[in-house]
């Protein structure tokens, strides 16, 4: 390990001394010791859920058949999959095409995860945290949560979310806030987060005003995505016409060309690096989260170790060659390559 690494690796010790117990620490550290930055995913993302108990019109997950056999991930496969990877990756994430919430063992995955070192984040329409589940979400150990609010008005609010309700979601978020306050936690952190559209720009000033009101620690808007990987034109049109905003200020992915056709603002390399895999409910391995129907199936999890996926001629190739250098067709459409600086934190 050179001295870069070293101290890298004090730094990022010594900030998780703030949150976690020297048991958790020292497994970690002592499963990482070799770990080289570049070699191995930065994180990964675990699909818990495939299914979800909203529809939102923006989203293209619960719109088609993705093909998964299992709606859930079972606990047995998540532990399978933590021990895998826990060596060379300690980033997780557990949502991805439904909503994690929803999964009878979320909590104990977490906690799974989380007592192997694992920094854990969630991304969750918030409507399902009820009592219970803020209690498991502060017992869990999650560190990072993001909630997703795609409007500041209920009336915005629902015609996105549709399914949702903006009192129940508010009141949700605002007893998490109290609660963890009243436990004196300093995790997870709470993040609301919104997809700008043309429904709900005017309402940004609001947004960021409600999301101080309710005490949560971030803020920030995202853009919007058109999912192409499976041409399906009225869901295309409909976001084109409907949601898609134009601008220079607001976050916004594309630019429209001169054939009147939207296209990303900027296209240098991956913008993840391909170093960031998805493993849905059924264990497959995926190349990152922009693969929704799994056509690019690089190895599955419940047959193979992850390392053997990650290191074989088939994905190796498959990321230097291709999605480092965005190479396949969903890559002309996912994120540009300094995405982060598109999306706007507003606190
Ligand atoms: C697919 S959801 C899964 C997690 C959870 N169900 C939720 O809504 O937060 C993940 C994120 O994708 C966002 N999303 C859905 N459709 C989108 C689109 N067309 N463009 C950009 N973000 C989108 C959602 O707002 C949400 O924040
Ligand atoms: S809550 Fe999340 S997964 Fe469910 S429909 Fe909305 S964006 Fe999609
Ligand atoms: S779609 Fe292609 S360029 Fe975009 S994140 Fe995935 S592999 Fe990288």
Not at 90 to 110: A, H, R, W
Request: glycine fraction near 4%; hydrophobic fraction near 35%; charged fraction near 25%.
């Amino acid at each position: 390990m050179n001295y870069h690494n070293l101290k890298h690796n004090l730094f990022r010790t010594a900030g998780k001394l703030r949150e976690q117990n020297l048991r958790r620490i020292l497994y970690s550290c002592l499963q990482r010791p070799f770990h080289k930055p570049g070699k191995y995913p930065t994180d990964i993302v675990i699909e818990t859920a495939s299914v979800c108990n909203l529809n939102c019109t923006i989203c293209r997950s619960v719109k088609a058949d993705l093909g998964r056999k299992n709606r859930f991930m079972s606990l047995a496969l998540f532990k399978k999959i933590i021990d895998d990877i826990a060596p060379i990756c300690n980033t997780i994430g557990v949502s991805y095409c439904g909503e994690p919430l929803l999964n009878k063992d979320i909590f104990n995955m977490i906690r799974y995860a989380s007592d192997k070192g694992m920094c854990v984040s969630m991304l969750t329409n918030g409507i399902s945290l009820n009592a219970e589940a803020r209690k498991g979400v502060l017992d869990s150990g999650l560190n990072f949560m993001a909630i997703s609010m795609d409007g500041a008005a209920k009336q915005t609010y629902e015609s996105i979310r549709i399914g949702a309700s903006f009192e129940k979601l508010v009141e949700n978020i605002a007893a998490l806030v109290k609660e963890r306050h009243q436990r004196k936690l300093s995790h997870p952190s709470i993040d609301l987060q919104m997809v700008v559209t043309q429904k709900n720009l005017h309402e940004v000033a609001t947004f960021e005003k409600l999301a101080r009101d309710l005490g949560v620690d971030r803020a920030y808007l995202k853009s919007l995505h058109i999912d192409r990987s499976r041409e399906d034109v009225e869901y295309v049109q409909y976001l084109e016409k409907d949601y898609f905003v134009n601008s220079t200020t607001l976050p916004s992915r594309y630019i429209v060309n001169e054939s009147c056709r939207l296209e990303l603002k900027d296209k240098g390399l991956c913008p993840q690096k391909a170093r960031t895999p998805v493993i849905t409910t059924d264990g497959n391995v995926l190349p990152c989260c922009f693969d929704i129907f799994g056509e690019y199936l690089l190895g599955n999890v419940t047959n193979q170790r992850f390392m053997d996926i990650w290191n074989s001629a088939k994905y190796s190739d498959f990321r230097h060659k291709l999605a480092m250098h965005r190479k396949l067709p969903m890559c002309a459409n996912c994120l540009p390559s300094d995405y982060k600086k598109i999306n706007k934190i507003l606190f």
